[in-house]
C-alpha cells in the first residue's frame, strides 16, 4: 500500500519543504516514525466532539482492525501525538 518512497515523500513534506501544518480530521491517513512495530498506516475512521477513532488499515506485518481504537484529539497536537506523518491524497498518485 505505501512504499518507500512515498513514506520519504511524506516525511520530506513535514519536515523539509516548508513544515507542512496537519491539522487532523475525519478520513485522513497517516502513518508513524519509529521502527518497533514496522510500517504501519492508520485511517481516522469515526469522530467525536473530542475524539478520533482510528484503524490500522495497513501494515506490513498484516496487522489490521475491524473496531477503532479511540484517542483523545489533543493527543495528536502534543507529546508522541506530533511523530504522525500526514499521507495526503496526492502522494497516492507516485
Known amino acids: 500500500m505505501l512504499t518507500e518512497r512515498q513514506k520519504l515523500m511524506a516525511i ?12 487532523p ?13 514496522g510500517l504501519e498506516v492508520f485511517k ?3 469522530e467525536t466532539d473530542t475524539e478520533f477513532g482510528i484503524k490500522i488499515i495497513w501494515s506490513d506485518n498484516g496487522k489490521s482492525q475491524d473496531e477503532p ?13 506530533t511523530n504522525r506523518v500526514h499521507l495526503p491524497d496526492w502522494l497516492f498518485k507516485y
Not at 25 to 31: P, S
Not at 71 to 81: A, R, V
Open 25 to 37: 480530521k475525519l478520513g485522513d491517513i497517516y502513518t508513524l516514525v519509529r521502527s518497533s512495530t
Open 69 to 81: 481504537s479511540w484517542f483523545d484529539k489533543s493527543t495528536f497536537l502534543e507529546g508522541f501525538g
Open 12 to 23: 520530506e513534506a513535514k519536515y523539509y519543504n516548508g513544515g507542512i501544518k496537519w491539522e
Open 44 to 46: 481516522i475512521t469515526d
